[in-house]
């Protein structure tokens, strides 16, 4: 490894010099760090709870040495509700890193530009009209999220897909489909109208590995879908002309990248809801920490997870009222956080 | 035979028509510059010409091949495009966004060459950027900006290069430093293609002068024999004198007196 002359970070090559690749120092860093912290909160949701089980036993279960109520404990009941909540925080903070980095603007996220909304709607309607399985309501959050994306895709697209126009439709689109999704309520029974509002907040309760396998699957084939891009994804940041002059295949790029992005959304909200504020704050938080150029896709999908396995363990043991949907903690926690980032900024007067 | 050539080039933004069955070619190795009045349609030509904007009808041609039919990376190992106004992303610094003019010649296992550092280094202390590289684009002034982006464009190492006003919103002294700097890389070879506003930059700089107005070319050559005050006016409306330039014997434009230009007196002269 060499530090490179010209650029910000490091340079690796092989001797022969025909492999190389460009590290920054410090985001990998940083990265790192975000990823054992989301780890090690994970680890310590495993054993706590109402029947806690000492750390060492939960290492031991997880690499298969324990048998017995441990093993059940926290295989079958606990590690599903962490890893889906490690898996939903990364996709959404790189579905949100994307959609910031093609807009150009941190209100890009999928939860401002309707994409969540739409994907409950999908939901609503599963729980609503056809009382659907649960199976059934993660795939109506996946096909109104998707519907959405390719809606706000056409109305925006006029000679190329235009950021602002992007996310203007994206919130007109998102304010149609809330007033629907408020009317499918105020239309449903008592009991059925609770159960859609705890699926609207955002919850991990009961999750099984039924669905934490199509999430998982989604997330090992997208995410390095989205890595591989980013080297691409950062060109479009310099505007598509110059983008384009420089060499970049812009509508391919930006449509693969869309679509990638709105899979993760769609992936994520059909495992959990329309989870707020992580796609938004995750992405802002890992530029302000890893003072990056770049898009940090790694660095957004470590602060996602850190941020909603974080938040999961205070909606579940440390709030006074007793568990509550983790939707309400990432608001709290989220916001708190870049608030003060925010507020720190303007007092270094940057 | 031309490198860089248009034939019956129609483009429109959505329903406005620019330009109609326009042909235009660039000479290999000359420091073409593009003139004429505001919305004379210079600036869609130099986008039509670097693909950024796909013609209604005609074609683009580069080395005799339509532009369309090439990847986007072919076409910028071949032609290098400067925009008017392009955006750096935040907190970027010097170097860095040099180095994303190498774009073209990378790739996902090859991110950063040697021949990637030394041309960038290049680039940078040709364009005097180099003691900056480590400073963000945001601190910069518009003079050293605008170098930085060229040190960019420069890194892409093609052979045509097209400017969008390379002076816009820079005081004479860079505009003549950035206009220096220019005809330093035609000098080495390089084809040259550049939209000015300034008249009489133009006809110092140019090898090769294009006017147009209302989307068609008025005249087209050697700025010491097309510029003359008829043209100019035919161009421009504007009544001049065209004098040689004392420094360097090209034509210089003096718009005529106000009072001179209302009694009509003045257009002939010179």
């Given at each position: 490894m060499s530090r490179a002359q010209v650029l910000s970070g490091a340079v690796v090559r092989n001797p022969t010099g025909s492999v190389s690749a460009r590290i920054d120092l410090r985001a990998a860093a940083v990265t790192l760090v975000l990823v054992l912290l989301a780890l090690a909160i994970a680890l310590h949701s495993l054993a706590s709870g109402d029947f806690e089980i000492p750390l060492p036993d939960v290492v031991r279960t997880l690499l298969g040495q324990e048998t017995g109520g441990a093993k059940f404990i926290v295989l079958d009941l606990r590690l599903p509700r962490t890893l889906t909540a490690l898996l939903v925080g990364a996709a959404l903070g790189v579905s949100g890193a994307i959609f910031q980095s093609l807009t150009r603007n941190?209100?890009?996220s999928p939860d401002f530009i309707g994409l969540t909304i739409g994907a409950s709607t999908g939901a609503l309607l599963v729980i609503?009209?056809?009382?659907?399985?649960t199976n059934q309501i993660a795939l109506g959050a996946l096909l109104g999220c998707a519907a959405t994306a390719v809606a706000i895709y056409l109305l925006a697209y006029r000679r190329g897909a235009q950021s602002f126009r992007l996310i203007l439709v994206g919130i007109g689109i998102g304010a149609m489909l809330d007033a629907f999704n408020s009317f499918l309520i105020t239309r449903a029974r008592l009991d059925e109208a609770v159960g859609a509002q705890v699926w609207l907040i955002g919850t991990l309760n009961g999750r099984s590995w039924d669905q934490v396998r199509p999430l998982l699957l989604a997330v090992i084939v997208l995410l390095p879908l989205a890595f591989w891009q980013s080297r691409h994804l950062n060109m479009l940041s310099l505007g598509d002309e110059t983008a384009t002059a420089l060499g970049v295949p812009v509508e391919r790029t930006r449509g693969l990248l869309f679509a990638c992005a709105v899979a993760l959304a769609a992936v994520a909200t059909s495992a959990a809801?329309?989870?707020?504020f992580v796609a938004l704050a995750a992405p802002q938080l890992a530029i302000r920490v890893t003072r990056?150029?770049?898009?940090?896709l790694a660095s957004s999908a470590a602060m996602g997870a850190l941020l909603l396995v974080a938040s999961d363990w205070v909606a579940q043991r440390a709030l006074p009222s007793g568990p509550v949907p983790v939707g309400i903690a990432t608001g709290l926690l989220g916001g708190a956080y870049l608030c003060w980032l925010l507020v720190h900024e303007w007092r270094k007067g940057r | 035979m031309s490198r860089l050539r248009a034939e019956g080039l129609t483009l429109s933004y959505d329903q406005r028509?620019?330009?109609?069955n326009l042909g235009v070619t660039v000479p290999d190795g000359s420091f073409t510059v593009i003139v004429g009045p505001n919305a004379c349609g210079k600036s869609t030509l130099l986008k039509a010409l670097a693909r950024l904007l796909g013609p209604k009808a005609g074609q683009v041609y580069l080395d005799e091949k339509a532009?369309?039919?090439?990847s986007s990376k072919q076409v910028a190992h071949r032609l290098g495009m400067l925009p008017q106004t392009p955006i750096a992303p935040n907190g970027i610094t010097v170097g860095d966004l040099v180095a994303r003019g190498r774009y073209a010649h990378q790739s996902l296992l090859r991110q950063w060459s040697k021949e990637d550092e030394a041309v960038v280094v290049e680039a940078m202390e040709q364009t005097s950027v180099h003691e900056l590289a480590?400073?963000?684009?945001?601190?910069?002034s518009g003079g050293q900006r605008q170098r930085v982006w060229l040190a960019m464009a420069l890194a892409q190492q093609t052979p045509i290069l097209l400017l969008d006003?390379?002076?816009?919103?820079?005081?004479i002294t860079h505009q003549v430093e950035v206009l220096d700097l220019c005809a330093d890389l035609h000098e080495q070879g390089r084809t040259l293609v550049a939209v000015l506003h300034d008249l009489n930059l133009a006809t110092r700089y140019a090898t090769h002068l294009i006017a147009m107005r209302e989307g068609r070319i008025v005249a087209e050559g050697d700025p010491g024999r097309i510029v003359t005050a008829e043209m100019v006016e035919q161009t421009f409306g504007l009544k001049c004198r065209v004098i040689p330039d004392?420094?360097?014997g090209t034509p210089l434009i003096i718009p005529v007196d106000r009072a001179a230009r209302r009694s009509g007196v003045g257009a002939t002269l010179g």
């Amino acid at each position: 490894m060499s530090r490179a002359q010209v650029l910000s970070g490091a340079v690796v090559r092989n001797p022969t010099g025909s492999v190389s690749a460009r590290i920054d120092l410090r985001a990998a860093a940083v990265t790192l760090v975000l990823v054992l912290l989301a780890l090690a909160i994970a680890l310590h949701s495993l054993a706590s709870g109402d029947f806690e089980i000492p750390l060492p036993d939960v290492v031991r279960t997880l690499l298969g040495q324990e048998t017995g109520g441990a093993k059940f404990i926290v295989l079958d009941l606990r590690l599903p509700r962490t890893l889906t909540a490690l898996l939903v925080g990364a996709a959404l903070g790189v579905s949100g890193a994307i959609f910031q980095s093609l807009t150009r603007n941190p209100l890009g996220s999928p939860d401002f530009i309707g994409l969540t909304i739409g994907a409950s709607t999908g939901a609503l309607l599963v729980i609503l009209v056809l009382n659907g399985s649960t199976n059934q309501i993660a795939l109506g959050a996946l096909l109104g999220c998707a519907a959405t994306a390719v809606a706000i895709y056409l109305l925006a697209y006029r000679r190329g897909a235009q950021s602002f126009r992007l996310i203007l439709v994206g919130i007109g689109i998102g304010a149609m489909l809330d007033a629907f999704n408020s009317f499918l309520i105020t239309r449903a029974r008592l009991d059925e109208a609770v159960g859609a509002q705890v699926w609207l907040i955002g919850t991990l309760n009961g999750r099984s590995w039924d669905q934490v396998r199509p999430l998982l699957l989604a997330v090992i084939v997208l995410l390095p879908l989205a890595f591989w891009q980013s080297r691409h994804l950062n060109m479009l940041s310099l505007g598509d002309e110059t983008a384009t002059a420089l060499g970049v295949p812009v509508e391919r790029t930006r449509g693969l990248l869309f679509a990638c992005a709105v899979a993760l959304a769609a992936v994520a909200t059909s495992a959990a809801g329309p989870i707020a504020f992580v796609a938004l704050a995750a992405p802002q938080l890992a530029i302000r920490v890893t003072r990056s150029a770049g898009s940090g896709l790694a660095s957004s999908a470590a602060m996602g997870a850190l941020l909603l396995v974080a938040s999961d363990w205070v909606a579940q043991r440390a709030l006074p009222s007793g568990p509550v949907p983790v939707g309400i903690a990432t608001g709290l926690l989220g916001g708190a956080y870049l608030c003060w980032l925010l507020v720190h900024e303007w007092r270094k007067g940057r | 035979m031309s490198r860089l050539r248009a034939e019956g080039l129609t483009l429109s933004y959505d329903q406005r028509v620019v330009t109609e069955n326009l042909g235009v070619t660039v000479p290999d190795g000359s420091f073409t510059v593009i003139v004429g009045p505001n919305a004379c349609g210079k600036s869609t030509l130099l986008k039509a010409l670097a693909r950024l904007l796909g013609p209604k009808a005609g074609q683009v041609y580069l080395d005799e091949k339509a532009i369309g039919s090439y990847s986007s990376k072919q076409v910028a190992h071949r032609l290098g495009m400067l925009p008017q106004t392009p955006i750096a992303p935040n907190g970027i610094t010097v170097g860095d966004l040099v180095a994303r003019g190498r774009y073209a010649h990378q790739s996902l296992l090859r991110q950063w060459s040697k021949e990637d550092e030394a041309v960038v280094v290049e680039a940078m202390e040709q364009t005097s950027v180099h003691e900056l590289a480590k400073r963000y684009v945001g601190e910069l002034s518009g003079g050293q900006r605008q170098r930085v982006w060229l040190a960019m464009a420069l890194a892409q190492q093609t052979p045509i290069l097209l400017l969008d006003e390379p002076t816009t919103y820079l005081d004479i002294t860079h505009q003549v430093e950035v206009l220096d700097l220019c005809a330093d890389l035609h000098e080495q070879g390089r084809t040259l293609v550049a939209v000015l506003h300034d008249l009489n930059l133009a006809t110092r700089y140019a090898t090769h002068l294009i006017a147009m107005r209302e989307g068609r070319i008025v005249a087209e050559g050697d700025p010491g024999r097309i510029v003359t005050a008829e043209m100019v006016e035919q161009t421009f409306g504007l009544k001049c004198r065209v004098i040689p330039d004392p420094e360097t014997g090209t034509p210089l434009i003096i718009p005529v007196d106000r009072a001179a230009r209302r009694s009509g007196v003045g257009a002939t002269l010179g």
